[in-house]
């Protein structure tokens, strides 16, 4: 990605990058997503019935946002596929974003992140392991759960709040940060060492978006991310 481009274009022009819904739809999609965090942090134990509800909770919330979000696009004639951006008109460009997404992942996902995370000591709170699938059924609603995490919150993120914030403070750059800081408080079970790791990681996101004009890419590293990290985690433990 060359900086001095996403700089240059740093400047947002209305026409194509201007508010995409109300300010009171913005309003509400962030008090769902800090409420959420704000209760997961004092509910780091899963519920007595088992991970598959969690799972499915989230999945529901998930697409609820989502669905909540196409809603305020329609209100302004936007669609969907403008807020996602790109397309996989052959299999080409589909296998060129899965191998942007698998070398963002590795690069950025593993040794920068874990590099910064060494560095801060940052280490995931001992509830965190009770959240990883054991048996079959968890381990499928884990990898459901993964890829709606990869095309809602790139939605969310970095498509519908970093246009929003982008508008509001009339820059590229300011829209790519704040998304990433609601995206590390929307964390908010994990701690503030790791909240702080997760939003440098969203703000990476928003830039691999930003410099591809795509959350395509971002959908796939994010989905491919969190499936291998609790499957991978759910056999490191055994």
């Not at 392991?129 to 790139?154: D, K, N, R, Y």
């Not at 997760?198 to 978006?209: D, P, Q, R, T, V």
């Not at 959350?215 to 796939?220: S, V």
């Amino acid at each position: 990605m060359a900086a001095a481009e996403l700089i240059s274009s740093d400047t947002v022009t209305t026409s194509t990058h201007g508010a995409v819904a109300p300010a009171w739809h913005t309003a509400l999609v962030l008090f769902v997503l800090l409420g959420f965090s704000v209760l997961g942090a004092h509910l780091q134990h899963l519920t007595a019935h088992g991970r598959s509800p969690d799972y499915l909770a989230v999945i529901a919330m998930e697409w609820v946002l989502v669905a909540f979000i196409w809603f305020g696009l329609s209100r302004r004639g936007i669609p969907m596929r403008d807020l996602v951006g790109g397309s996989w008109p052959h299999p080409a460009a589909f296998f060129r974003d899965l191998g942007i997404a698998v070398a963002f992942v590795l690069l950025v996902g593993g040794a920068v992140l874990n590099g910064l995370g060494y560095l801060l000591k940052a280490t995931p709170p001992k509830a965190m392991h009770e959240l990883f699938p054991q048996t079959l059924i968890e381990m499928i609603l884990w990898v459901v759960m993964s890829w709606t995490a990869g095309f809602c919150e790139e939605v969310i993120f970095r498509g519908y709040l970093s246009r929003q914030f982008a508008a509001w403070t009339k820059s590229a750059i300011g829209g790519i940060v704040l998304q990433g800081i609601v995206f590390g408080l929307a964390h908010g079970y994990q701690g503030w060492k790791l909240m702080s790791l997760i939003a440098f990681y969203g703000m990476c996101f928003g830039m691999l978006a930003r410099w591809r004009r795509s959350l395509r890419p971002g959908m796939l590293a994010h989905g491919l991310q969190d499936t291998a990290g609790g499957l991978l985690a759910r056999f490191l433990m055994h």
